[in-house]
Nanobody
Framework: QVQLVESGGGLVQAGDSLRLSCAAS????????MGWFRQAPGKEREFVGA????????VYADSVKGRFTISRDNAKNTVYLQMNSLKPEDTAVYYC?????????????????WGQGTLVTVSS
């Protein structure tokens, strides 16, 4: 099992930037892909993007493409979600998740372990 701890959430204004971190511990050697998801109040969980530990390949949801960037620091077992040009509709609890599969995808069931989430609030 992998333990995931997100940090970096907070209250920002529209147009601001914010960087989230996700620190992984435990059986991190078993994971291949790290994903970011978000869930806004009253809405279903939504895929944001994902990154492969080896090679750093990334994939993003259309809603964040060009504004959000995922990176990773293999030595620190940490992935980051850099969010620029934030919009009020980006307000949500953001979760990171770890997958043992090699598929770089956005389906929740692909992911085995989840963090507790960090709240991002974007005011207009």
């Amino acid at each position: 099992q992998v333990q995931l701890v997100e940090s970096g959430g907070g209250l920002v204004q529209a147009g601001d930037s914010l960087r989230l971190s996700c620190a992984a511990s435990g059986r991190t050697f078993s994971t291949n892909v790290m994903g970011w998801f978000r869930q806004a109040p009253g809405k279903e969980r939504e895929f944001v993007g994902a990154i492969r530990w080896s090679g750093g390949n990334t994939v993003y949801a259309d809603s964040v493409k060009g504004r959000f960037t995922i990176s990773r620091d293999n030595a620190k077992n940490t992935v980051y979600l850099q969010m620029n040009s934030l919009k009020p509709e980006d307000t949500a609890v953001y979760y990171c998740a770890a997958s043992r599969m090699l598929i770089l995808g956005g389906s929740g069931p692909l992911y085995d372990d989840w963090g507790q989430g960090t709240l991002v609030t974007v005011s207009s």
